[in-house]
């Protein structure tokens, strides 16, 4: 029962990472209908960005998280800005290709900058366990619950109260109005990016000391997709609820049932989810209009 | 400044290869109403969705309050003063009402008026009040028409434009309706620009009308003397002249072409 519970922990922690590749996903499609292939490669550099903060620029843990948001939000907002919008108007299917160009982009150039071979830092969170009565949880684990749960909370005021956040949505649920009442769409949508590459920033910074800061740290995106598919692909709710599902399921099967299968496990899933709602789960209360 | 608020010069618009706009002129002089009358197809939206800069003119000009817009973004032309409500009035449906109409002001520079502007839409439309909580996809389509005219009022604009407020909407809610865009004309002065099939309803309280056909203006003239003019009255009002069986013919020819 222990080791149950220590199992799913940990699974509900790379859960967590699933879940914000996949927020990040549902964001920029929410906006502008393009699924984003170059999400992984952005936490991945969010990852690199962060390494460098700390170890080269030296900064403190929270001053260089912060710094790594920052930057790689920048730098999303400026990928929109001057990547994706010169296609607007093109077929949805050029944008969803350009992303996949930008994502090899990305990888090629952080192999250029930083060179291939990998690496970690030091976190206030690294080598530590916390105990919960005879159950031990290593704090890096906890950090990143903590750390979704908190950018899932600042997320939702933000996108509740805020009148820029208000308008972001106005911008997805009907452009043409959105223009009408002189919000700026092409801006909003260049601020969605930036806030996309700032949740898959947070989620390297979190996701790096447990594994290294790596250029493989990529192949979380397929993971991701398939988080975002399950929540319904549209819902914010449902793609962080999608990524804890495929993560604690993942680790259960490679515990208990065969550790072979635990990367197909997560796809498993998603097929039988998809069989029985094929809105997934969160998905269908909103139907395009055509 | 004087002179009409917008003047619009032979402009003309194309979807693809396809001219919607024949080289239209037009004028709205301040603080009146217009109406912009045709049937389907003859390119009454189309003229709106030019002049709030939805589309761009290929040729003409179009000026707003002394300033040139043809071929800026809408966005920029809401700044200005003018604010259309579009045709089948495109309310944000997973936001609340109170959260459309805010985002009706979200162009404003001065925020202190707001609060003001907003009781405003709410006294003429009180039935939004009751409602500032619900969902907008969740409103009726009368409620949903007045929320898009009451959004574009949170703009506080010198001009607005309505693109066929009258759809799909009764009859005594399409009276309501434009009982109320005559009101806030009285009130604030804000000059009107109002396209509409619905010609019988849109000559009774526009002050000047235009009538468009197959992408140009066919006639144009006060609105009192328009009702009387036989010709509309036979193809836009539906009024018949003599008997069943008397002199009128299956189908008159137009005197204007």
Redesign the interface.
């Known amino acids: 029962m222990l080791d149950f519970l220590q199992q799913s922990l940990n699974g509900f922690a790379t859960g967590c990472i699933y879940g914000l590749v996949a927020l990040g996903f549902v964001l920029i499609y929410k906006a502008s209908e393009i699924v984003n292939f170059a999400q992984g490669d952005m936490l991945m550099l969010g990852a690199f960005v962060g390494w460098t903060a700390l170890d080269v620029l030296g900064f403190g843990y929270w001053p260089g998280l912060l710094f790594t948001i920052l930057a790689c939000a920048a730098i999303g907002f400026l990928l929109d800005r001057q990547v994706m919008r010169p296609i607007i108007g093109q077929p949805q299917f050029a944008g969803i290709m350009l992303t996949i160009g930008l994502a090899f982009t990305i990888r090629g150039g952080v192999i250029m900058i930083w060179g291939p071979e990998e690496r970690s830092f030091h976190t206030p969170f690294s080598n530590k366990t916390t105990a919960f009565g005879s159950l031990a949880v290593d704090d890096v684990s906890l950090s990143i619950v903590a750390g979704t749960l908190v950018l899932c909370a600042v997320l939702f005021i933000f996108f509740r109260r805020s009148r820029l956040g208000v308008a972001m949505q106005a911008a997805s649920q009907n452009q043409l109005a959105a223009y009408l009442m002189a919000i700026p769409v092409k801006t909003v949508n260049s601020l969605v990016w930036g806030l996309s590459a700032g949740v898959a920033a947070a989620a390297g910074m979190l996701l790096a000391p447990s594994l290294l800061v790596d250029t493989n740290l990529w192949i979380v995106v397929l993971k991701g997709f398939g988080a975002a598919i399950l929540g319904g692909f549209g819902s914010i709710p449902g793609a962080v609820v999608g990524g804890m599902i495929i993560g604690v399921s993942e680790q259960l099967v490679g515990v208990y049932l065969d550790p072979e299968s635990k990367g197909i496990a997560a796809y498993v899933i998603l097929l039988a989810v998809l069989l029985v709602w094929p809105q997934g789960l969160f998905g269908g209360a909103e139907r395009k209009r055509v | 400044m004087s002179g009409p608020l917008l003047q619009v010069r032979n402009v003309e618009s194309y979807y693809g290869p396809i001219m919607a706009l024949r080289g239209v002129s037009l004028e709205v002089e301040r603080a009146q109403i217009v109406a912009v009358l045709g049937a389907n197809g003859a390119g009454k939206s189309t003229l709106l969705r030019t002049i709030?800069g939805?589309m761009d003119p290929r040729v003409g000009t179009i000026a707003f309050d002394g300033q040139e817009i043809a071929g800026q973004?809408?966005?920029k032309v809401?700044?200005l003063g003018m604010?259309?409500v579009?045709e089948g009035r495109?309310?944000?449906?997973?936001?609340t009402v109170a959260?459309?109409l805010?985002?009706?002001a979200?162009?404003?520079r001065d925020r202190t008026g707001v609060p003001e502007d907003l009781e405003r839409v709410y006294r003429y439309f009180p039935r939004l009040a009751e409602r500032t909580g619900q969902q907008a996809g969740l409103l009726s389509g009368g409620e949903q028409q007045m929320l898009a005219i009451g959004?574009?009022m949170m703009?506080r604009p010198k001009m607005l434009l309505l693109d066929e407020p009258s759809l799909g909407l009764s009859p005594l809610l399409v009276q309501e309706i434009f009982a109320i865009v005559a009101q806030i004309n009285g009130d604030l002065g804000t000059t009107v620009l109002l396209v509409e099939q619905n010609a019988r309803a849109a000559l009774g309280f526009a002050h000047y009308g235009y009538i468009m056909e197959l992408g140009r203006i066919a006639l144009s003239g006060d609105c009192a003397d328009l009702r009387d003019n036989p010709d509309v009255q036979e193809f836009y009002l539906g009024i018949k002249e003599g008997g069943i069986r008397g002199k009128r013919r299956w189908r008159r020819r137009k005197t204007w072409r």
Not at chain 2, 90 to 95: G, K, S
């Open positions: 709030s939805v973004d809408p966005d809401v700044r604010s259309l579009p495109q309310v944000f449906p997973f936001l959260e459309n805010d985002m009706g979200f162009g404003r959004r574009a703009g």
